[in-house]
């Protein structure tokens, strides 16, 4: 009896694998028909990206001087942000396109719908807010947002402000991603959500984050 549970349970992981290695593959054909060029081409035409880099769905990076963009390690950018290298509001006026490099930290989460500007250095540890446009240099140990984005505190604070909130009671385990959660789960956690309160899932590196 244990051991065909066990068996069970196994078959329910390799079903889960297969299930986010298909769910992968088709969102990375669905960019590619709509029309975004995929990280790897970018790195071929010369953007520098460091390690852990993560790219959600509909990000566009500046295909046209992609060489001019710098990336550090460990590095989310959400989905439908735009990163841009050219400017060509003079083109008509001047007969000229403004180029300007991109540069970002290591330790940066850039949240979605934003837009980097070019001639822009996003410092280490930062977090920039959902629906931003960052138009000038971003410091390290900040959190940014707004249009034109600007500081709302430090990343210190901002951590220490959330961390004081997550308990026993609103902290979610891995078994509730988006590819394991089930109808139950599911409504669990719109309780959880129902009073204007958020709820935490761990991520993949939370073990790591709160050794004890």
Known sequence: ???????????????????AKLLTFLASVSRLLGGEISTNHLIKQGMI???????EGGCRIDASYPYL?????????????TILTHDAS??????VVKLGKVKIGNQVFIGAKSTILPNVTIGNNVVIGAGSVVTKNIPDNCVCA?????ILCSLDDYISRFAKK???????????TP????????????KLCANGDFCYLKSFNYNNLNKQ
């Open 49 to 55: 990206v460091g390690k852990n880099f993560s790219r």
């Open 69 to 81: 963009i710098e990336i550090g390690d460990d590095v989310t950018i959400s989905t439908n942000v």
């Open 166 to 176: 997550i308990n026993n009671e609103n902290l979610l385990d891995r078994d509730f």
């Open 1 to 19: 009896m244990m051991q065909l549970k066990l068996s069970w349970i196994l078959l329910q992981q390799k079903y889960r694998i297969m299930k």
């Open 146 to 150: 707004g249009n034109p984005a600007r």
């Open 90 to 95: 003079l083109r008509n006026f001047l007969g």
């Open 179 to 190: 590819l394991s959660i089930n109808n139950i789960q599911k409504m669990f956690v719109k």
